[in-house]
């Protein structure tokens, strides 16, 4: 088996011009994640830049409704540029100028990686590139001129469903014409090896950190980790610090209109194993291996796709996966700003959602940890037009 | 004497790319005996998919059609098996690793060797990740083609030593497409490759008029064209046989001359 497996998963299925970059990237990671400058500035970064640590915040309001488990929030949406993103960004940035890279290029789909990307690439002196489904566009405007004002220039992406999938195509691209000045930052925990290793091992300080608060709070582990799963990067940084640990995991999956519709993203409900944007995980697509176009009302989740080490951690049964709809999200978006005075990114309240649904079927001594893992500003025009409103940026 | 071997076997080969089912599967085989009659040495028959990350917009597109059409790989089987009566020309499959393995490897590669298409090229299946697919292909006796790139460098000689049928060079960074100008030095990787065996090196990616093909048909063992050709079928639709003919004529007679 060839490097970078999760299992079966992982792997390394992308164009020839791009694997001795990508082999490149490997060593260059491997050599600093041990060096202490390295961890040293990184972790400087984490702390005044971002934010770091995010807050354990007790939901206590939730918590006495729902009359269940005691719930905490990791507070993601805290850090510097509103979402978990920030980490993984920071420390591939960092890599980028150490390895003598000049520019960067990312995908985004609701604009957060985009976000950190760009201001992380002002903070650090890098050109940026940022690629944008055209859709994805329209449904982020903020976000759009967000990333252009921080510096970066947003390619509207029109070919296929102009969405994530779309956006993800034509990064990749355009990192095969120019790739001797530049890295790619993947922004999730997918890609080809060694990304989907990368970006979990920067997300994990999400992880870590819970352990150590919740310790703190409750003198115990959680019961129950939840969080969203678009490809997975902020549920891989919540929980990695938590797999050998007596602790149940649930990723909270995009489905859309529903799981038995054909406007969902649920790619542990509705998907196969296949291979595409350089790994081999579970797919959306149809028997002759097309990427089926998939839809969420989250730009975020709307992902064909799911990381490799999701797709292993689904098949050995440690991690368990479920749908969520566009109503029950933005029913837990309105609930959450309403019970605790938090508006969460629509991403992030697919988690919320399975929390409300979770929790009451819980024992009072019991505790759930439910990612947060970005705020919800970016959506709030988005949410007044699915409720009717007709509010545009 | 297989067929990819006769391939090469007339001088530098030209070896024209269309995709199937662009615009339709009836015009995919009709273009596949027109372009052997022209001159044409390999014919690739693109298989459509939904998400072409090596393609250019031109291929893009074309895809896009195909699969708008209706394509399938099963209707794509059925026309090869159509057209082999009356056509010996050697064929190879240009696909993407997923629609392959969602099929399913071993029916795939079954099929490939009783349709009679010589060779599979999946660009997103590198050295390292070969596995995947090259037992079936073994078991089948179909080449799996091996690719090398301007940034490959000590990379081509591992890849060329297990190199079988022909090698890809690709002359250019970043996608397919038309370029004004190929920079990279694609001589040099070629004898890089030969210096591990004996082997037919094709170069692709880049390359639509006759200067550039007769340029490179001074280095090279056959010179692949795709976005050039895939452009008059986009511009043509049904009737594009008789200019693509006329251009795989021009261009064979280009890469003769060396």
Redesign the interface.
Known sequence: M??GRFGPYG???????????VIEIEAAYEHYKKDEAFVRELQSLLENYAGRPSLLYYAERMTKKLGGAKIYLKREDLNHTGSHKINNVLGQALLAKKMGKTRVVAETGAGQHGVATATVAALMGLECDIYMGKEDTVRQALNVYRMELLGARVHPVE??TQTL??AV?EA??EW????EDTLYIFGSVMGPHPFPTIVRDFQSVIGRETKRQMLKAEGKLPDVLLACVGGGSNAMGLFYEFLNDPVRMIGCEAAGRGVHTAQNAATMANG???????MKSY?C?D?????APVYSISAGLDYPGIGPEHAYLHDIGRVDYVPVTDEEAVDAFEYLSRTEGIIPAIESAHAVAYARKLAPSMAKNQVMVVNLSGRGDKDVAAIARYRGADLHE | MNRIKEAFANGTAFIPFVTAGDPDLETTGKLVLEMAKAGADLIELGIPFSDPVAEGEVIQRADSRALSGGCTIDGIFHLVRSIRGACGVPLAFMTYVNPVYVYGPEKFLKHCASCGVDAVIVPDLPFEEKKELLPFCDANRVELISMIAPTSHQRIEEIAKEARGFVYCVSSLGVTGVRKKITSDVGTMISLVKRQQKIPCAVGFGISTPEQAEKIAQVADGVIVGSAIVKLVEQYGADCLGPVSKYVREMKQAVRTR
């Open positions: 060839s490097k792997g390394q299925y992308i164009p020839e011009t791009l694997m001795n970059a070919s296929g999938k779309d195509n990749m691209r095969t014409s120019r790739i196969t194993v296949g291979i595409f944007h350089g797919f697509q028997g002759d291996g097309q990427i």
